[in-house]
T-cell receptor, first 112, second 114 residues
Framework: GENVEQHPSTLSVQEGDSAVIKCTYSDSASNYFPWYKQELGKGPQLIIDIRSNVGEKKDQRIAVTLNKTAKHFSLHITETQPEDSAVYFC???????????FGKGTRLHILP | DGGITQSPKYLFRKEGQNVTLSCEQNLNHDAMYWYRQDPGQGLRLIYYSQIVNDFQKGDIAEGYSVSREKKESFPLTVTSAQKNPTAFYLCASNSGAVFNYGYTFGSGTRLTVV
């Protein structure tokens, strides 16, 4: 089955700098790649997603890139702000049975 | 507003007790999921249901049971057979479309064994 690896597990960046989180997936049939943000004590929220027919997608300060050949995708957050501090999960899905496989998460700390 | 409601937010269980966690959605979603979250473990799938009256085991189903009698509801029972139930439990749903559009999560239930 699908396996999603995510790194780093913890990331600290200075406020205003950029943050990058990287994920790899194992099954080339995966075609949907969502990213979730989880704040302390809350459920994860979808922040951006990308499908396999697209190489890059942007939404204000966040962007996701996908390299199908290498089977990896990344989340980029620019001009980081204190409210970006959270745990971020990448995920992948083959779409056939709707299950989404999650990475283990990255705890992002924005330093003042 | 449409969404997923999990209750209670905090739950305490004595050793040997069964407890049931509630999950209700008004999104008209077909598929529903239960995840367990432990520090450093990410999200691990317990059970999922793609349609009413049908459900499948996930990766860590032992010690848990579910039912799906209504489209809106997917309760999770943590039985006494679950040896380490203290965790944060998350319920999620999606439309069930073949081309997946991602999950909507509830706000979670934190279960503690006392």
């Amino acid at each position: 089955g699908e396996n999603v690896e995510q790194h780093p597990s913890t990331l600290s960046v200075q406020e205003g700098d950029s943050a990058v989180i990287k994920c790899t997936y194992s099954d080339s049939a995966s075609n949907y790649f969502p990213w979730y943000k989880q704040e302390l004590g809350k459920g994860p929220q979808l922040i951006i997603d990308i499908r396999s027919n697209v190489g890059e997608k942007k939404d204000q300060r966040i962007a996701v890139t996908l390299n199908k050949t290498a089977k990896h995708f990344s989340l980029h957050i620019t001009e980081t702000q204190p409210e970006d501090s959270a745990v971020y999960f990448c995920a992948a899905s083959m779409g056939r049975d709707d299950k989404i496989i999650f990475g283990k998460g990255t705890r992002l700390h924005i330093l003042p | 507003d449409g969404g997923i409601t999990q209750s209670p937010k905090y739950l305490f269980r004595k050793e040997g007790q069964n407890v049931t966690l509630s999950c209700e959605q008004n999104l008209n979603h077909d598929a529903m999921y239960w995840y367990r979250q432990d520090p450093g473990q990410g999200l691990r799938l317990i059970y999922y249901s793609q349609i009413v009256n049908d459900f499948q085991k996930g990766d860590i189903a032992e010690g848990y049971s579910v039912s799906r009698e209504k489209k809106e509801s997917f309760p999770l029972t943590v039985t006494s057979a679950q040896k380490n139930p203290t965790a944060f439990y998350l319920c999620a749903s999606n439309s069930g479309a073949v081309f997946n559009y991602g999950y909507t999560f509830g706000s979670g239930t934190r279960l503690t064994v006392v």
